[in-house]
Structures are given as C-alpha cells and as structure tokens.
T-cell receptor, first 115, second 109 residues
Framework: GAGVSQSPSNKVTEKGKDVELRCDPISGHTALYWYRQRLGQGLEFLIYFQGNSAPDKSGLPSDRFSAERTGESVSTLTIQRTQQEDSAVYLC?????????????FGPGTRLLVL | RKEVEQDPGPFNVPEGATVAFNCTYSNSASQSFFWYRQDCRKEPKLLMSVYSSGNEDGRFTAQLNRASQYISLLIRDSKLSDSATYLCVVNRNDYKLSFGAGTTVTVRA
C-alpha cells in the first residue's frame, strides 16, 4: 500500500512569509508525528497526534509553529513569519497508534529553505 | 547532555570488512531501542529493533548493554549498499522517539 506522503518536496520562501507543509499518513495509522532535521543533525521531535488530538506539543520551537490534523488523516504543519533558522527538512511519520514504541514510518520530507 | 549520542564517523571500510559502532543513551528508564538507516537526502527507515538478549538480522547484529547504557551495531561482510547513516533511536515506552545524530558508514570497492 501507499506509504507516508508529504508535500511539497521542496519549498523556498522569503524570510517573514508563512508556509504550510502537508503530511498524508498511511491509511489506518492513528498516530502521526512531525520532526525537524537540520543539516548534519539528528531528528528533533516537534509534535505528536493521536487521532486528531495533539497530547504533546512540547517540541514546537516557538509560537510561530502550529499543527493540526483533521479526519484522523491529513496533517498540516504551519510556520508563520519564517526565519532563516527554520531552514531544515521537516519529516512526518505515522504509526498504528496502538502502543508506545511502535515502528514509525517516515515520509520523504519537505526541504524548506528560508532566504 | 544529549539523550542519545553517537560517534558521527565517518567509518570508511572496504567491501567485505566488518564495521561496528556504538551509541550511548542517558535515560536509564529507556525501554525500547532501534537502529534506523538513513540514506543521503532520504527519510529514515527502520533497520532493526534491539532486544535485551541481542539479535541478528542477516549480516547485522545489534547488542544492548543496559548497565552501561549503550547499544551497538555490527555489520559483517560489508556491501557497497550498506553505505548510509545509521541512527540510534531510544524510546521510553511512550510514543516519543529520541534520535541520535547518526553514524556515517561508507563502504568502498
């Protein structure tokens, strides 16, 4: 079946503009995660959804970052007033959501460059 | 201190060689451990889970040392296709995975 998909693949924007990143999880996966990966660094947890609820937003770096999920499916990560330090790959993952420590399946990521 | 630390490498090895590397984790409450593989400009993919008794998957062997809080990965008979960054991943039995920054392995012909 289809894996996790993300769009756009690449996004170049100007400092101060807003961007929206989209994630389509694997069908039937109730858990969805957003991570950020800066060049040469490990993955940084941003937010976790179980269904449409986000019980853990602790990883969001600032109030410029927000995320929502609808229909227990698609999720959107929004970055307002982008800054150059927001440049990174934003990865989305999904899992069945039945228990902790499940295998997470990653999408190909959105490469964001803020000029 | 980072929750998961890895030697970034790179480990440059010839085809057929054995390469091994470790990662250390800081939270003694960690319960689940994984190795993910990430190819250049690609997403991470699960390579294998790491069990307390150690486990093998083909040419890959993973070990866990809870007392010293480290995990190891050994690759035997290296192939060119093993060239990648290997991410050590730790979980405290909830949904949040903590990733190391990765160890880069380059296998040369």
């Amino acid at each position: 079946g289809a894996g996790v998909s993300q769009s756009p693949s690449n996004k170049v924007t100007e400092k101060g503009k807003d961007v929206e990143l989209r994630c389509d999880p694997i069908s039937g996966h109730t858990a969805l995660y957003w991570y950020r990966q800066r060049l040469g660094q490990g993955l940084e947890f941003l937010i976790y959804f179980q269904g449409n609820s986000a019980p853990d937003k602790s990883g969001l770096p600032s109030d410029r970052f927000s995320a929502e999920r609808t229909g227990e499916s698609v999720s959107t990560l929004t970055i307002q007033r982008t800054q150059q330090e927001d440049s990174a790959v934003y990865l989305c993952a999904s899992s069945l959501g039945l228990r902790g420590a499940e295998t997470q399946y990653f999408g190909p990521g959105t490469r964001l460059l803020v000029l | 201190r980072k929750e998961v630390e890895q030697d970034p490498g790179p480990f440059n090895v010839p085809e057929g060689a054995t390469v091994a590397f470790n990662c250390t984790y800081s939270n003694s409450a960690s319960q689940s451990f994984f190795w993910y593989r990430q190819d250049c400009r690609k997403e991470p993919k699960l390579l294998m889970s790491v069990y307390s008794s150690g486990n093998e998957d083909g040419r890959f062997t993973a070990q866990l040392n809870r007392a010293s809080q480290y995990i190891s990965l050994l690759i035997r008979d290296s192939k060119l296709s093993d060239s990648a960054t290997y991410l050590c991943v730790v979980n405290r039995n909830d949904y949040k995975l903590s990733f190391g920054a990765g160890t880069t392995v380059t296998v040369r012909a």
